[in-house]
């Protein structure tokens, strides 16, 4: 049984960083693309980032280059979100999600985790 299991998110004040994590179980993940997604209240889920099973490829939105950073563990099974300069735009559920293998933009998600409330208050 695959399982996503999401950590790190919480309260922090704007221009603050987290460190969010996502480990994987049930199967190996590392020749697959894995991303991570928000979704905020009201609105629908959206594309953040993702990285290539090799970890040399990774793809951001707009609104998080060169705030945010994506990186995996193969060894562990584990994506990680390194999110710094956080503003309140940010505040959302994070999701971890598994792509496929060759999907760097991640239109197919496979599996989900429960998601990680990020909070940041202004």
């Known amino acids: 049984q695959v399982q996503l299991v999401e950590s790190g998110g919480g309260l922090v004040q704007a221009g603050g960083s987290l460190r969010l994590s996502c480990a994987a179980s049930g199967r190996t993940f590392s020749g697959i693309v894995m991303g991570w997604f928000r979704q905020a209240p009201g609105r629908d889920r959206e594309f953040v980032a993702t990285?290539?099973?090799?970890?040399?490829?990774?793809r951001y939105t707009d609104s998080v280059k060169g705030r945010f950073t994506i990186s995996r563990d193969n060894a562990k099974n584990t994506v990680y979100l390194q999110m710094n300069n956080l503003k309140s735009e940010d505040t959302a559920v994070y999701y971890c999600?598994?792509?496929?293998?060759?999907?760097?933009?991640?239109?197919?998600?496979?599996?989900w985790g429960q998601g990680t409330q990020v909070t940041v208050s202004s």
């Open positions: 990285i290539s099973g090799s970890g040399s490829i990774t």
């Open positions: 999600a598994v792509c496929t293998v060759v999907d760097i933009d991640c239109k197919i998600r496979t599996y």
